[in-house]
C-alpha cells in the first residue's frame, strides 16, 4: 500500500494490465491438472517447477540486515530438517562449500549462481555473501530449497524426462509441507488478494512459479514464426543454462511467460499444452510437413 503509486504502473506493465483492483488466483492442487505425464521423453529431456516464498516479519534480501539473513537460515534448517519420506534431506551453507562443490551443483543446475547481474548488485542482494545462504535438498535430489539468494525461499521439484504431472504433485506436496511447518512456527509466508505471493523481484508476483521443460526443438527453432508461436501459447524461451543464454544443440528452456493473473494449475497447463503442440510441430518439420495448420490461435 504504502509504494503503490510507484509499483501498480510497473505492475500492470510487466503483467499485461493487471490492474490495482484486479485478485489473484492461487490453487496449488495437482489433481486438476489434465494429462502431463505423456510429454514424450525423446524430445523433452527435464522437467521443472519452481516458485519462491518470503517469510513475514522479515525484511526481503536486497534491504535485509545480516542478522535477519541469519535468522532466516536458521529458521529454514530447523524447518526442514524435520521434513520425511521422500522429503527427508539435508541442507549445505554455501559458506562451508568449497569453490568445485559449488560449481558442480551450479553445472547440474541445482545451485544457484554467485550474483554477477548488476541489478541484483545494485540492490544489495548480495551483501555479505555467502554468508546466510545455502542449498536443502532431499536425498533423491528431486525437491530443493534455496535459502537467501533473491527471495528468502526458492522451492524447486525437478527429474528427468517428461513427466511433468509428477513434478507437480511433489511440487505442491512439499510445498505444503514446507508452508505447514513455518506456520508451526509462527510463521506465515507473504501473500495478498491482489497481489498473490510476494517476493523481491516484481516480475514474480502472484504465483512466483516458473514451470520449464528441456526440450529438444533443433527445426521448430530455426522456423521464422519459432518466437510468435511461443507468444500465442504464453510461453517463453531460455538457454538451457538459464536466462540470456543460447540453446544448444536446439534444446531449449520453455516455460510459462506469466507468473500474476493466473493460479499455479492454470499456468501448468499452459505448458504442459503448449509443448505437447511444440513436439507435434517438430515432428511435423521432421517430416518435411507444413506446421502452419498447427499453428494456435492466441491465449
Not at 1 to 13: A, H, N, Q, S
Not at 37 to 54: C, E, F, I, K, Q
Not at 115 to 131: E, K
Not at 245 to 261: C, E, Q
Request: hydrophobic fraction near 35%; charged fraction near 30%.
Amino acid at each position: 500500500e504504502t509504494f503503490k503509486g510507484l509499483f501498480d504502473p510497473v505492475i500492470r506493465e510487466r503483467h499485461g494490465g493487471y490492474k490495482p483492483t484486479d485478485k489473484h488466483r492461487t490453487d496449488l492442487h495437482p489433481d486438476k491438472l489434465k494429462g502431463g505425464d505423456d510429454l514424450d521423453p525423446n524430445y523433452v529431456l527435464s522437467s521443472r517447477v519452481r516458485t519462491g516464498r518470503s517469510i513475514r516479519g522479515f525484511c526481503l534480501p536486497p534491504h535485509c540486515s545480516r542478522g535477519e539473513r541469519r535468522a532466516v537460515e536458521k529458521l529454514s534448517e530447523d524447518g526442514l530438517k524435520s521434513l520425511d519420506g521422500e522429503f527427508s534431506g539435508k541442507y549445505y551453507a554455501l559458506k562451508n562449500m568449497s569453490d568445485e562443490e559449488q560449481q558442480a551443483l551450479i553445472d547440474d543446475h541445482f545451485l544457484f549462481d554467485k550474483p554477477v547481474s548488476p541489478l541484483l548488485l545494485a540492490s544489495g542482494m548480495a551483501r555479505d555473501w555467502p554468508d546466510g545462504r545455502g542449498i536443502w535438498h532431499n536425498d533423491n535430489k528431486t525437491f530443493l530449497v534455496w535459502v537467501n539468494e533473491e527471495d528468502h525461499l526458492r522451492v524447486i521439484s525437478m527429474q528427468k524426462g517428461g513427466n511433468m504431472k509428477e513434478v507437480f504433485n511433489r511440487f505442491c506436496t512439499g510445498l505444503s509441507k514446507i508452508e505447514n511447518v513455518f506456520k508451526s512456527k509462527g510463521h506465515a509466508f507473504m501473500w495478498n488478494e491482489h497481489l498473490g505471493y510476494i517476493l523481491t523481484c516484481p516480475s514474480n508476483l502472484g504465483t512466483g512459479l516458473r514451470a520449464g521443460v528441456h526440450v529438444k526443438l533443433p527445426n521448430l527453432s530455426k522456423h521464422e514464426m519459432f518466437g510468435d508461436i511461443l507468444k500465442l501459447m504464453r510461453l517463453q524461451k531460455r538457454g538451457t543454462g538459464g536466462v540470456d543464454t543460447a540453446a544448444v544443440g536446439g534444446v531449449f528452456d520453455i516455460s510459462n511467460a506469466d507468473r500474476l493473473g493466473f493460479s499455479e494449475v492454470e499456468l501448468i497447463q499452459m505448458v504442459v499444452d503448449g509443448v505437447k503442440l511444440l513436439i507435434e510441430m517438430e515432428k511435423s518439420l521432421e517430416k518435411g510437413q507444413a506446421i502452419d495448420g498447427l499453428i494456435p490461435a492466441q491465449k
